[in-house]
Nanobody
């Protein structure tokens, strides 16, 4: 059934910050890499950041230096700290295990200029 739930989106001005959360429903969460993805209107979904079970992170070039992905396996939670937000970051943000075709509802991030 449903295993991942995103939250934390909202409306912010350019230059502002948001922290997104991705909560897993079971212990299997802690042994899987987890990625954050986003999809803007009219565009294909793209990878933003990924973190391994051991906490090693990788980022898309567009967010390097601004976003930080982290995880707390004891809480079955992955976070995406987003700083210095730009209007181009506006999208629905999803979390998922890389390679999975099952997507949740995501959380909306809107950055105004």
């Amino acid at each position: 059934q449903v295993q991942l739930v995103e939250s934390g989106g909202g409306l912010v001005q350019a230059g502002g910050s948001l922290r997104l959360s991705c909560v897993g429903s079971g212990s299997i969460f802690s042994i899987k890499p987890i990625g954050w993805y986003r999809q803007a209107p009219g565009k294909q979904r793209e990878s933003v950041a990924v973190i391994t079970s051991g906490g090693i992170a990788d980022y898309a070039n567009s967010v390097k230096g601004r976003f930080t992905i982290s995880r707390d396996n004891a809480k079955n939670t992955v976070y995406l700290q987003m700083n210095s937000l730009k209007p181009e970051d506006t999208a629905v943000y999803y979390c998922n295990t890389p390679g999975s075709s099952h997507w949740g509802q995501g959380t909306q991030v809107t950055v105004s200029s």
